[in-house]
């Protein structure tokens, strides 16, 4: 997958089509700003908007990844690669994620320390101390579900029975035990319940 390959093949597309950049924007329902960024190959369109865009312009999402219009046998060839290439970018990009969960996770939980600090080692009135500890635990509690939203989205878990993999919903994350990212949840396709591992594929 190239950028600017599929820049100017969305371009060339768009023209094809006889729209401009605004009439393309509002047919997916984004600006005409992230219709010229795309152009450019100053971005891509994400995952959600891949499929809309394809449709609009009446290409495959292979062709629009490939950057180029595909014959059945190129399209077969270019599927695969593509596949693989788009595996590893989410991949990297899973892993990446992780780590700044972690270290969000790790800084949010230590920052709550100078609330602490400050209500045992400062004087000073108790509604202050009050506040001071309301705030400390509030931000504790945003920055965790930063974390659990990251955490949530990245990879499936795995099931330790039948190794089905899931994405679980909130309620299920908050309401099961954990061990880091390991958490004891009920799968959804066997029913059984499971220290179930984060995997990324
Ligand atoms: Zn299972």
């Known amino acids: 997958m190239d950028l600017l390959v599929t820049a100017k093949f969305i371009k060339e597309q768009r023209k094809e089509k006889g729209l401009t950049q605004a ?13 010229s960024k795309w152009e450019c190959g100053k971005g891509f369109p994400d995952t959600s908007l891949m499929l809309p865009l394809c449709e609009a312009l009446d290409i495959t999402a292979n062709e629009l ?3 180029k219009k595909l014959n059945e046998k190129e399209y077969k060839a ?5 596949l693989v290439e788009l595996k590893d970018k989410t991949e990297k990009l899973s892993r990446f994620l992780l780590m700044i969960e972690w270290v969000l996770g790790y800084f949010v939980t230590f920052s709550f320390l100078v609330p602490v600090f400050l209500i045992v080692f400062v004087q000073m009135a108790t509604w202050l101390k009050v506040v001071l500890y309301i705030l400390g635990f509030v931000q504790v509690l945003i920055g965790l579900h930063f974390c659990m939203m990251i955490e949530k989205d990245v990879g499936f878990y795995e099931c330790e029975h039948c190794h089905h993999k899931h994405i679980p919903s909130y309620k299920q994350m908050y309401a099961a035990m954990h061990m880091g990212r390991t958490r004891y949840m009920k799968c959804p396709k066997c029913g059984k319940k499971s220290w179930q ?5």
């Open 23 to 35: 009439e393309l924007a509002e047919k997916i329902a984004v600006s005409e700003k992230t219709i």
């Open 197 to 201: 591992k984060k995997v990324l594929k």
């Open 65 to 67: 990844l490939s950057g």
């Open 78 to 82: 270019s599927a695969e690669t593509n």
